[in-house]
């Protein structure tokens, strides 16, 4: 299943607008919250698919019967760019547990790179719903290396794969490689470079987060 939120006029779309744009992008602090407020859309859109349950509450005046989300999934995020979309998951699903996992791109030349990944922290994610977080879709490769590295805590139930931007390369690679994940992009774009970086895309993510790294 993939479903790009761009599909539908939405206040989505002016976000991604804004994050996009090479001036307003200087305003760090409002790149990261378009970041969390994406990432808060996506949960809610991501939550039609989740079980949910009865409960009865006690209001000031009767009984109801309300329908509450039957468990909170685990968020899984690559550090560090997906920390302003993960605390916009958080927000939603505010008694998930968490994952992070670091990963990076090792240049063996300019265009050539292998996927380096580093500190992992989770939760068991046996019978879970898992959501992994990653802002930019590229290859695909970070997302389904991650994937893996989570599997050494279990086997989910369901999974969710939440971007800000993907490219179509990166969205067939994850559809070929993890078919039983639900794909979620704000916006779906057409190429990568030859860097392997999405056109137009944004820049990146991380960086328009937290500052430039040497």
Known sequence: MLQNLSDNNSILSQFVSEIRDIDI??????????????????????????????????????????KILAEQPVIASILRAGLPMHQGFLNYFDKADCAFLSAFRKHISETEFEIELGYLVSPSIENKVLILIDPMLATGRSMFSAYQSFLKNGNPKKVFVA???????????????????????????????????????LGDAGDLSFGEKL
């Open 163 to 201: 971007s800000l931007i993907s490219s179509q390369q990166g969205i067939e690679f994850i559809q070929q490689k993890m078919p039983e994940a639900h794909i979620f992009a704000a916006a779906i774009d057409p190429e990568l470079n030859s860097y392997s970086y999405i056109v137009p895309g």
């Open 25 to 66: 992008q200087k305003d760090r602090m409002r790149f990261r919250t378009n970041v969390e407020r994406i990432g808060e859309i996506m949960a809610y859109e991501i939550s039609k698919l989740l079980s949910f349950e009865n409960k009865e509450i006690q209001t000031p005046l009767a009984k109801h019967q309300s």
